[in-house]
Structures are given as C-alpha cells and as structure tokens.
C-alpha cells in the first residue's frame, strides 16, 4: 500500500527555517519522481519543487531554489524539503505526491497518491 506521509511543519517568524519531512512506504523511491506542493487558504495548489527519480531537482516557483533545498535518502525512503528564510506569504498546507514514475510535473493531476498535509503557518 503507497503511503506518503508529511511531517516538520509548524509556527515559525518571518526569516526564520523549517525542514518539512516526507515519509514514503509501499514502494522504492530511488528512480521515482516525488513533488513538494503547497496550498494557502483561497488559493489554487501549486507546485513548488519535484526530485527527480535521477537528476536534479526542478523548482517551480521563482526564487524557490535561492532559499529551499531538496534532498532524499533512499534507503530511508525519505524527501525533504528546507526552506529558509520563510515569509508570511509561504504560510500554507505543504503536501508531498508521486506518481511513481521517473519524471517530475508541476501539474498536481499528474500525481496519484498524496499525503495529508503538513502546516506551515510564518508569522509576522
């Protein structure tokens, strides 16, 4: 059974860091495309960085990659997305999706399974 689960998000100042966590299981994530995707209340979701199943990342959002990174550990089936120097206007629901292919898309219809959601909130 796929299961991705989001963790790490919470309250933090403007400038300040968080390091969110996705825990995958049901399958290997080595050769597999996994997404960062966040949604603020009124808004659309979208998509803020993928890792590829082999390659770089992509960011999707401008700026993205000057103040987040992305990273993964195989054999723990672990994504994690850093980001740093969070604004008030980062405050969202941040889900992590796959679609178990080795691609990335920014298009969240392209992803077939999804976690729940962790919160970031950046106060100002």
């Known amino acids: 059974q796929v299961q991705l689960v989001e963790s790490g998000g919470g309250v933090v100042q403007s400038g300040g860091s968080l390091t969110l966590s996705c825990q995958v299981s049901g399958f290997q994530v080595d050769y597999v495309a996994v997404a960062w995707f966040r949604q603020a209340p009124g808004t659309e979701r979208e998509a803020v960085f993928c890792?590829?199943?082999?390659?770089?990342?992509?960011p999707y959002l401008d700026g993205v990659e000057n103040r987040s990174t992305v990273s993964r550990d195989n054999a723990k089936k672990i994504i994690t997305l850093q980001m740093d120097n969070l604004k008030p206007d980062h405050t969202a629901m941040y889900y992590c999706?796959?679609?178990?292919?080795?691609?990335?898309?920014?298009?969240?219809?392209?992803?077939?399974?999804w976690g729940h959601g962790t919160q970031v909130t950046v106060s100002s």
């Open positions: 999706a796959t679609d178990r292919r080795l691609g990335c898309s920014g298009d969240g219809r392209q992803y077939k399974f």
């Open positions: 890792i590829r199943g082999t390659g770089p990342w992509v």
